[in-house]
């Protein structure tokens, strides 16, 4: 899906850099989908991976830029929401911003240097059937520095019909959200935009929604 007509050519090493980082964040996606796949005893470790399409995965970055602002608590730098893909992999700089939400409370996520944060998505909650909640997450800018933060978000291709795997499904587990395809899920998500967890919740089945809100 590359366009490299758009892609800037006054920095000589991007287009390379990228090119790496893609190639070895798409191993690492696959070798976490083998692990999350083992954590989940499903049958094979390849599981996962197949429901995302194998080969045929996508993988998009943005590249988040945050001004500096003198009045941080007046400012949205990103508003709430849950990645709506499978999971996403986050390289940040060495200024805080990233809070996730745990309890209802903001907490922040830790600068490490030369670490990956790595996001639960809506998409592995609903093939996860639960286990794996997706995490609600926001950004929030710096008084006097700016932020910059690199979001690869590994997604399954649009026509993927993404259900919960058949074989965590039983009589005391019945699905508790409904399919739809990837390009389905992910067209609401734009046409509403970021929402919390919102867009997770609009897809539970109705009837679980009693015991599972
Ligand atoms: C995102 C995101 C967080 C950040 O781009 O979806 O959540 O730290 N970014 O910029
Ligand atoms: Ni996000």
């Not at 000589?12 to 005893?41: A, C, G, I, Q």
């Not at 197949?50 to 590249?63: A, D, P």
Request: glycine share 6%.
């Amino acid at each position: 899906m590359r366009d490299m007509s758009k892609w800037p050519i006054q920095l000589s090493d991007f287009t390379e850099s990228m090119d790496e980082y893609s190639r070895e964040l798409s191993k690492l996606f696959e070798l976490l989908m083998e692990v999350l796949s083992r954590d989940l005893d499903l049958e094979s470790e390849n599981s996962l991976n197949e429901s995302v399409g194998g080969e045929r995965k996508g993988l998009h970055i943005r590249i988040n830029y945050y001004p500096p602002c003198p009045q941080p608590d007046l400012v949205v730098g990103l508003a709430p929401h849950s990645d709506p893909n499978v999971l996403t992999i986050l390289l940040h700089d060495q200024t805080p911003g990233l809070q996730i939400r745990k309890n209802g409370a903001w907490i922040d996520v830790q600068c490490v240097p030369g670490a990956l944060v790595v996001n639960i998505a809506d998409q592995m909650e609903i093939l996860s059937n639960g286990k794996f909640k997706s995490i609600e997450h926001r950004g929030v800018v710096h008084k006097d520095r700016s932020r910059m933060s690199w979001a690869v978000f590994c997604s399954p291709p649009r026509d993927v019909l993404v259900s919960p795997k058949r074989e965590l499904i039983d009589e005391q587990h019945p699905p508790l959200y409904q399919g739809a395809s990837y390009g389905e899920y992910l067209t609401k998500f734009f046409k509403k935009g970021l929402d919390g967890k919102g867009h997770i919740h609009d897809a539970k089945q109705q009837d679980s929604l009693v015991s599972n809100s």
